[in-house]
């Protein structure tokens, strides 16, 4: 009489194995490490071949990163294709989840696959957005993404949802990464770049939340505040895509705007912007992705520790760390991942914050075909 219920145990064990197994990628059965680590975007590295034993592939492997991008430093000047597609197949083999492999890729100026390592030709955004014709935008659209899906690359930081209010502008007008100075011709434009994206299955991240067409100067280099530059129709093209269904993915700028946020947080790290403005004013609740934390405008202002805690505590789900910095500046993946456990245990970061992040984050994964 107790083998039969022997055998109904263990197949219910077995049942059960396998329901874990299924579960393997929800917040309810993974561990707090694991969901921190997929918060986590770093840079690949000083290297343009492969090497099993960069300190990368370990941190992917022991769950502290998320994603990785590229740059161009990461180009070999021959065979440069199938080199890179190494490193990133390499990369992928190390980890369950798999990564976000991102890069920027606008066109024109702003554009690492170039031609002098035997990619197509780009354009500006502000070429096409000139030029104002949709079938010429989808092709340098689909020319783009097609590139990406052949080297394994998933994400695109693009494209740039900047209203040109500033032509002058150092980091946006001054460098044609901007469609136009008018709303509605960089919604068409955007939303055609994403769609020609989502044909091969990469995610287009627009940028930079809440509009930096305005601003005088580079965050990059600093502080850069736009309170009094900055319109409200900058927010116009991000409500129109998000309203069409389009926007899977957002990054955040690190502008100062006292419109926004009487405080002059940055907007990565102003829950005023990112939870008040672009969660519940425009209803946006998917990935949001901060620009490169080691911008002067965050870290020449902020301390590495505070700054990752204001932007989680704001709502961003993905930290980037692009570690373009000299030596003595890099902070490794498993630096991050230990500062944020350490904000978690001691409380000043809820779980459940955590937990947020992470279902955003492996919604979108599953919606890209990884999971």
């Known amino acids: 009489m107790k083998k039969p219920f022997l055998v109904l145990f263990l197949i219910t064990l077995l049942i059960h194995s396998d329901l874990i197994g299924q579960k393997k990628y929800s917040d309810e ?42 740059f161009s430093k990461n180009l070999s000047n021959t065979e440069t294709e199938d080199r890179l597609k190494t490193i990133i197949d390499h990369a992928q083999s190390q980890t369950d989840i798999p990564l976000f492999i991102s890069i920027d890729e606008e066109g024109g100026r702003v554009n690492r ?39 394994g690359i998933n994400m ?37 770049v994403i769609d020609a994206h989502d044909l091969f299955g990469i995610t287009a991240v627009v940028k930079h939340f809440p509009g930096h067409g305005s601003s005088k100067t580079d965050s990059h280099l600093g502080l850069t505040d736009v309170s009094s530059t900055w319109r409200f129709e900058e927010l116009k093209p991000y409500k129109m895509l998000l309203d069409s269904g389009k926007v899977k993915a957002v990054m955040s700028a690190h502008i100062v705007n006292e419109v926004l946020d009487d405080r002059k947080l940055p907007a990565t790290l102003s829950d005023k912007v990112i939870k008040n403005v672009l969660r519940d004013f425009l209803h946006y609740d998917g990935v949001v992705i901060s620009d490169d934390m080691q911008m002067r405008a965050i870290s020449a202002e902020y301390g590495l520790k505070e700054a990752i805690k204001m932007a989680i505590l704001a ?50 994964k599953k919606e890209m075909g990884l999971l």
């Open 29 to 70: 059965v993974d561990s707090l490490d694991l969901m921190i680590g997929q918060m986590i975007l770093t840079g690949l590295g000083d290297f343009n071949e492969l090497d099993p034993n960069e300190s990368v592939f370990q941190s992917i492997r022991d769950g502290e990163v998320g994603g990785l991008i590229l």
């Open 113 to 151: 696959l170039k031609p002098k390592y035997g990619f197509q030709k780009s354009v500006s955004a502000q070429y096409l957005g000139e030029l104002d014709n949709p079938d010429s935008t989808e092709h340098y659209g689909e020319q783009t993404a097609a590139m990406l899906y052949r080297l």
């Open 156 to 192: 695109n930081f693009a494209p740039v949802l900047d209203v040109n209010l500033n032509l002058d502008n150092p980091v946006i007008g001054k460098v044609e990464r901007s469609f136009s100075p008018n709303p509605e011709k960089v919604a068409e434009h955007a939303g055609i």
């Open 315 to 364: 709502d961003v789900d993905i930290l980037l760390f692009a570690n373009n910095v000299p030596d003595y500046e890099l902070v490794t993946a498993h630096q991050i991942h230990q500062i944020i456990s350490e904000f978690v245990k001691s409380g000043a970061i809820p779980v459940e914050r955590i937990q947020q992040s992470y279902k955003r984050i492996i919604e979108l």
